[in-house]
């Protein structure tokens, strides 16, 4: 018997492992009568036999666990725990209930999956970038601080002066550090020639506002930012990656940028972001910028400036001590400021969240888009609720024998709720997966300049959405068949096969209230996207005041050291256009210092030689200030913006600057001097009030400039004043007059004129080999650019309009289809007493008419509000705009005719003596 | 539980008749079962079971002092309850019926006893 001692513990173990899978208050029991079963074996038997045995506790566990689930499903007692536990069983039941039939199954599936899908995909890019907090440490004490100068005229938001930033960050209690940065452009030398790179200038208090890390060498130090510093700079990892073969020992040589030698002190980490920096746009470079306390300062508002929040202190409370501090400013900076200058203009500064800035509209875009998923996963909801509505009516027979058998309400509840949860669940799966590859193809859709939205993806937060998400439709789905079946009338299905009870005739109200509400939606849905289609279309046909098409852009940057007076950048920029005129294809070539659309215009002080427009702009509240720009001649001409009264500017201007012409915009006209006519009057560029003054020679068009934030696009004219390249000798004010960084358009007969860009590439190195060429595109994208955002949102709504549409019609046609198979009875006695095909017909789709129309009209108000969300991005087009209501009616009434059509054709068939024989 | 046990009594399996016999026959704990029956335990503990819960058997813990007096765990005895004993005869005439088959009866004799 030495192998019963070895076998029995052993057997004992199987036994026990068994014994797991059996239900646990069964347990103690089969296991006290499988060891007595063991010992039998173990005298009577052998070892072997016993082992095998004991593998029979598998079975017997197996029976006691199904006896247990069959206990639950028809005389479970209700206990909070006995009613948890048995959702395991209930969703396994459930699954092989739906697999059994395929088809409602996959349809429900797949509406549920689009519509959860949809809302997740969105819900990832409004989390990443509206819900996420920035990326900076105690991002949510950063602020953006900006001036409102409501008097001023063209730009009503001015970023920081220099002389604000060394006050505020000595005398603001409310904030704990203030920083201020400067983009800038500039040429360094690199072994493959000539490269254009993007600088941005940063005060060291940047480094700890921004979190800045090095991945090699070391930060900006206070050390840097002093006026006798030597220039030094970080370089950013792509640049480092990119431009210098990721070279270890590259910190401590040097850079020459601009013909300066520059020292590399380190290498910036690429998660180092400046806050309203696109990752397309991120700088190469990182250098100090250096404010000068002992040095002059000036009312030069160029720079945006953070800060950062002392604990506890809101942007209110900080914005409040701000504007306590601004009247101090022309006492500490004289030359600065004059003493009435703040309240003259309304000049306030103003404190709001960093992240508030930095998003600008895009997070009420987001939310509107997100919105439109949201009513379509409603529609989809509504679709499975109605089938699911079906289903359960149909085992109502089943539901009340289950009852009947002694199952009570919170068992049956339980179950009808599986069998929900098991559909939307399944969706939410299937939906991760839609989201899954939806957010990089919205990420893809969306313009590269959209901040925060690009690299987003499923995180954790999209799964407990989705998730979340899936429950609640789950309850939602369910909500209705859990009043009906486990409510008084349970029973009621074992006698209740006949039409038409009132059980059924609740349902039947039920499944049209959810049509109509589908409807209503889809038409809010659809009126919302046809209004920003609307609005595109509006801005597709705006007047920018230029001809867009066949315009190459490209920017053009001379070094201040070669050419470092005016004499030699306008022989530089004369010869260059006329290599470039005779590129073939070329019709007309010029720069600028701005271009319209992309460009902001400035806003610098001018001078006239009469005073009476002093006067009148003191009178008016505005200021004297417009976009002062440098043009050469060919600029209006390539750009195609019309020379509306005397002349465009030449080369006889430039090449003997003391005719010292000028031609100015149709607005700056209007606004100096209205009613008169502008031609021979005197202008003094940057505020010159005496001779010698420059002369208008020309009028021309006004064009459309960047427009201010919260503005919509498009929406803004710019005032302009164009000056020549070289100044007037005679003129005293030459401080800022030097041209060397400007924007190159080239007007040709193509539809893609960057493919013109080698020969013009060549035509520049031909006059100078070391000027490079960066930034090249065409005027129709820089158009486009303007609008992309509001294209952005107006595609997804679009889709999201068309997906709830088709629904719609989905659902409408499940209702209708439905209702005439439950009339075909009657239908068929209608058609025994000779009623005609075609008036089945009508009856059917008149049916489906009057909950189109109840959809409708219920629709209208939920878009009237849904549209006024929206204002905002509207343009040119009013959120109660008559034809956009009855366009978008009109396509719901037209896909309902449709969806109700095939259901009315078939119960115009219905044999009247085969439908009398049903039942 | 009358529906179940009806159900329980004309679904009786083979099986089933088998275990209930042994029973019949004195065979009152699973070793003994099976040994009589010639069935495994795999089988015959997942029928008891069933039996059981149909309501077809009884079931009930021996003295532990009696069993540890002889020195082995205490068993559990099962016994047809009435209704098990009802559809043991009911299976009982059905399977002579069909042993009958194998016995050179003509089938319409067996059919025409059941």
């Known amino acids: 018997m030495w192998e019963a001692s070895f076998f029995l513990p052993l057997a004992r173990v199987v036994v026990r492992g068994a014994a797991l899978l059996a239900p646990r208050h069964r347990r103690e029991d089969m296991v006290r009568e499988w060891d007595g079963e063991l010992e039998e074996e173990a005298r009577h038997s052998g070892g072997w036999s016993m082992l095998r045995s004991a593998f029979g506790a598998f079975a017997d566990a197996g029976e006691l666990r199904a006896q247990r689930r069959r206990e639950r499903e028809t005389q479970g007692r209700w206990t909070m725990g006995g009613w948890m536990s048995g959702w395991g069983a209930d969703l396994s039941v459930a699954a092989r209930t739906l697999r059994r039939s395929p088809g409602f199954t996959v349809v429900a599936v797949v509406t549920l999956a689009l519509g959860i899908g949809g809302s997740t995909a969105v819900f990832t890019l409004l989390d990443r970038a509206v819900l996420k907090p920035l990326p900076y440490p105690g991002a949510e004490r950063l602020v953006r601080l900006d001036n409102q100068v409501p008097g001023v005229g063209p730009n009503e938001v001015w970023a920081l002066s220099t002389a604000q930033f060394v006050y505020f960050s000595d005398h603001a209690k409310d904030l704990e550090a203030v920083g201020l940065y400067r983009g800038m452009g500039g040429n360094v030398m690199t072994p493959s020639g000539p490269e254009r790179v993007r600088a941005v200038r940063v005060t060291q208090s940047m480094m700890g506002l921004l979190g800045a890390r090095a991945l090699l060498g070391r930060l900006i130090t206070p050390d840097d930012d002093t006026p006798s510093a030597p220039m030094v700079a970080l370089i950013s990892e792509g640049f480092w990656r990119r431009v210098m073969g990721a070279d270890p020992s590259v910190v401590g040589t040097t850079l020459t940028l601009n013909d300066n030698p520059v020292e590399i002190i380190g290498v910036m980490d690429a998660g180092t972001q400046l806050p309203d920096w696109s990752a397309a746009s991120a700088p190469d470079l990182w250098m100090p910028l250096t404010v000068d306390r002992a040095g002059s300062f000036s009312n030069n508002h160029v720079y945006p400036g953070i800060g950062r929040l002392s604990p506890g202190v809101t942007p209110q409370q900080a914005q409040a001590e701000l504007a306590r501090l601004t009247p101090e400013l022309p006492k500490a900076f004289p030359q600065a400021y004059g003493p009435t200058f703040f309240d003259r203009y309304g000049f306030r500064t103003e404190v709001k969240p960093l992240k508030d800035d930095v998003l600008g509209d895009l997070a009420l875009d987001l939310w509107i888009v997100f919105g439109g998923v949201a009513l379509v996963l409603l529609i989809a909801a509504a679709n499975v609720a109605n089938l699911f509505l079906v289903r359960m009516e149909g085992r109502r027979r089943e539901l009340g024998i289950r009852s009947a058998l002694g199952a009570d309400r919170p068992a049956i509840g339980r179950y009808v709720l599986a069998e929900g949860m098991a559909l939307s669940l399944s969706g939410g799966v299937l939906a991760l997966l839609v989201a899954y590859w939806g957010v990089p193809w919205l990420t893809a859709l969306a313009p590269d300049d959209l901040p925060r939205v690009h690299g987003a993806h499923i995180g954790a937060a999209s799964v407990a959405f989705t998730l979340g998400l899936s429950v609640l439709v789950g309850l939602a789905l369910t909500l209705y068949p859990l009043i009906a079946h486990t409510g008084a009338g349970a029973t009621r299905g074992l006698s209740d096969g006949s039409r038409g009870s009132s059980a059924g005739r609740g349902r039947q109200r039920l499944r049209s209230s959810l049509v109509i509400a589908q409807v209503a939606l889809a038409l809010t849905l659809t009126v919302g996207a046809g209004l920003l289609v609307e609005t595109m279309r509006g801005l597709r046909h705006t007047d920018v005041g230029a001809d867009p098409h066949g315009v190459l852009v490209a920017d053009l940057y001379l070094s201040p050291q070669r050419y470092s007076d005016d004499v030699s950048v306008w022989s530089f920029h004369r010869d260059v256009l006329n290599h470039i005129r005779a590129v073939p294809g070329v019709t007309a070539a010029g720069m600028g210092e701005e271009i319209p659309v992309a460009g902001g215009y400035g806003c610098t002080v001018q001078g006239f030689d009469d005073d009476a427009v002093y006067a009148r702009i003191k009178d008016a509240g505005l200021t004297t200030c417009a976009g002062q720009e440098r043009v050469t001649p060919g600029y209006f001409e390539a750009l195609g913006i019309p020379v509306l009264e005397g002349r465009d500017l030449t080369e006889a201007d430039n090449d003997d600057p003391t005719r010292a012409a000028v031609v100015v915009s149709k607005a700056f006209a209007d606004r100096f001097w209205p009613g008169e006519d502008p031609i021979g009057k005197g202008v003094g560029p940057g505020g010159q009030t005496k001779p010698p003054f420059y002369h208008v020679v020309g009028v021309a068009g006004d064009v459309a400039r960047l427009s201010d934030p919260g503005r919509p696009p498009l929406s803004q004219k710019a005032i302009a004043v164009y000056y020549p390249v070289r100044r007037n000798p005679d003129d005293t004010w030459n401080r800022y007059w030097w041209a060397g960084q400007m924007t190159l358009v080239v007007k040709s007969g193509m539809d893609d004129p960057t493919s013109l860009f080698p020969a013009i590439r060549k035509a520049v190195s031909e006059v100078d080999p070391e000027v490079p060429l960066a930034g090249l595109t065409d005027m129709q994208s820089v158009v486009g650019r303007a609008t992309a955002t509001i294209s952005f949102v107006s595609l997804l709504l679009g889709i999201a309009a068309g997906v709830a549409m088709l629904l719609s019609a989905v659902g409408l046609y499940g209702v209708i289809s439905y209702v005439v198979t439950r009339r075909t009875r009657e239908i068929g006695m209608r058609m025994a007493i000779g009623a005609q095909p075609g008036m089945v017909q009508r009856m059917v789709v008149g049916s489906s008419l009057v909950l189109v129309i109840a959809g409708l009209a219920l629709g209208v108000g939920l878009a009237r509000l849904g549209a006024g969300l929206m204002r905002g991005m509207l343009v040119g087009v009013a959120p109660t705009d008559p034809a956009t209501y009855v366009v978008a009616a009109g396509a719901l009434v037209t896909v309902a005719l449709v969806a109700s059509w095939i259901p009315a054709w078939r119960a115009s068939r219905v044999d009247p003596v085969e439908a009398l024989r049903v039942d | ?114």
């Open chain 2, 1 to 114: 539980m009358a529906h179940g046990q009806e159900r329980a009594e004309a679904n009786l399996t083979y099986n089933g008749a088998l275990v209930l016999q042994a029973m019949v026959q004195g065979h009152p704990y699973g070793f003994e079962i099976m040994r009589a029956a010639r069935l495994p335990s795999g089988t015959v503990y997942p029928l008891l079971r069933r039996l059981e819960a149909a309501g077809l058997v009884a079931s009930r813990w021996e003295n532990p002092g009696k069993a540890q007096g002889e020195g082995r765990p205490p068993r559990r005895y099962y016994e047809p309850t009435p209704a098990g004993h009802a559809a043991l005869a009911e299976a009982r005439e059905r399977v002579l019926a069909q042993q009958a088959l194998f016995e050179g009866a003509t089938p319409k004799a067996a059919g025409g006893e059941g």
